[in-house]
């Protein structure tokens, strides 16, 4: 029951609302690949710092479930370092998340144009933020707001209480690699099938090294790169859908 309220208040509910959305892109009239997916918006036009404000309230507040997790685990006598969620080993986290990115950030973008080109994935905007001195950090926290979140619960939070309960470790793997795929169905077939395999890949790395943190600076370089490569290169370079 913990696990499922932890879910239902983030990615659980986040799942459900991108097949919800992605039903809508397949039911529209449109091909899929004609339609957008917008990851980071304005949300406040013509407006800046209002929108700044909103933008940092939205990277805020999803990170309320990671202190939630904190919390249960300190009633059970543990913490998120028993996750490996902490700055013990700086340097031995950020080589390893460097790899791992370098390696999963490629194939993930060539997944993508490939499922893109297929017709089977809409056309994944990662910003249509204003240029304004803000967006960059803002889509870096963003980022890295993507990757606590993901990696702390879907990762290490959820192996544990899943391993707690008795589960296989196939059964683990397969639920914490769907549900990453799920709460990206919103993007299309592209965006599902990659980040199952990124999930498949995270929950291995995570049973070797007992480690969040390196999965999470990954994530965060991932995003990065596809958030601020595509304010740099969109409308530039012919091969990036826009």
Same mark, same amino acid.
């Given at each position: 029951?913990?696990?499922?309220?932890?879910?239902?208040?983030?990615?659980?509910?986040?799942?459900?609302?991108?097949?919800?959305?992605?039903?809508?892109?397949?039911?529209?009239?449109?091909?899929?690949?004609?339609?957008?997916?917008?990851?980071?918006?304005?949300?406040?036009?013509?407006?800046?710092?209002?929108?700044?404000?909103?933008?940092?309230?939205?990277?805020?507040?999803?990170?309320?479930?990671?202190?939630?997790?904190?919390?249960?685990?300190?009633?059970?006598?543990?913490?998120?370092?028993?996750?490996?969620?902490?700055?013990?080993?700086?340097?031995?986290?950020?080589?390893?998340?460097?790899?791992?990115?370098?390696?999963?950030?490629?194939?993930?973008?060539?997944?993508?144009?490939?499922?893109?080109?297929?017709?089977?994935?809409?056309?994944?905007?990662?910003?249509?933020?204003?240029?304004?001195?803000?967006?960059?950090?803002?889509?870096?926290?963003?980022?890295?707001?993507?990757?606590?979140?993901?990696?702390?619960? @879907? +990762?290490?939070?959820? =192996?544990?209480? &899943?391993?707690?309960?008795? #589960?296989?470790?196939? /059964?683990?793997? %397969?639920?914490?690699?769907?549900?990453?795929?799920?709460?990206?169905?919103?993007?299309?077939?592209?965006?599902?099938?990659?980040? @199952? +395999?990124?999930?498949? =890949?995270?929950? &291995?790395?995570?049973?070797? #090294?007992?480690?969040? /943190?390196?999965? %999470?600076?990954?994530?965060?370089?991932?995003?990065?790169?596809?958030?601020?490569?595509?304010?740099?290169?969109?409308?530039?370079?012919?091969?990036?859908?826009?």
């Amino acid at each position: 029951m913990e696990l499922l309220i932890v879910l239902g208040l983030s990615l659980g509910a986040s799942g459900v609302s991108a097949l919800i959305s992605f039903i809508g892109s397949l039911t529209a009239p449109a091909a899929l690949n004609t339609q957008t997916a917008t990851l980071n918006g304005s949300l406040a036009p013509g407006r800046p710092w209002l929108d700044l404000s909103w933008q940092l309230f939205d990277i805020v507040t999803p990170l309320v479930p990671v202190v939630l997790v904190g919390y249960l685990l300190l009633r059970e006598g543990a913490s998120l370092r028993n996750l490996g969620f902490d700055l013990t080993r700086p340097g031995w986290d950020f080589g390893r998340g460097v790899l791992i990115a370098a390696g999963i950030g490629g194939s993930g973008l060539l997944l993508y144009l490939g499922a893109h080109a297929a017709g089977f994935n809409l056309t994944v905007v990662p910003s249509s933020l204003p240029d304004v001195w803000w967006r960059i950090p803002v889509l870096i926290l963003s980022a890295a707001q993507n990757a606590v979140v993901e990696e702390v619960i @879907v +990762v290490g939070y959820m =192996i544990r209480r &899943l391993s707690m309960l008795g #589960w296989s470790w196939p /059964a683990i793997v %397969a639920a914490s690699a769907l549900l990453r795929g799920s709460y990206h169905l919103y993007q299309g077939v592209g965006g599902f099938l990659g980040n @199952v +395999v990124m999930g498949v =890949i995270f929950c &291995l790395l995570y049973q070797r #090294w007992r480690r969040v /943190a390196p999965l %999470a600076i990954a994530h965060t370089l991932i995003d990065t790169v596809a958030f601020v490569g595509y304010v740099l290169l969109a409308g530039h370079v012919s091969w990036l859908p826009t």
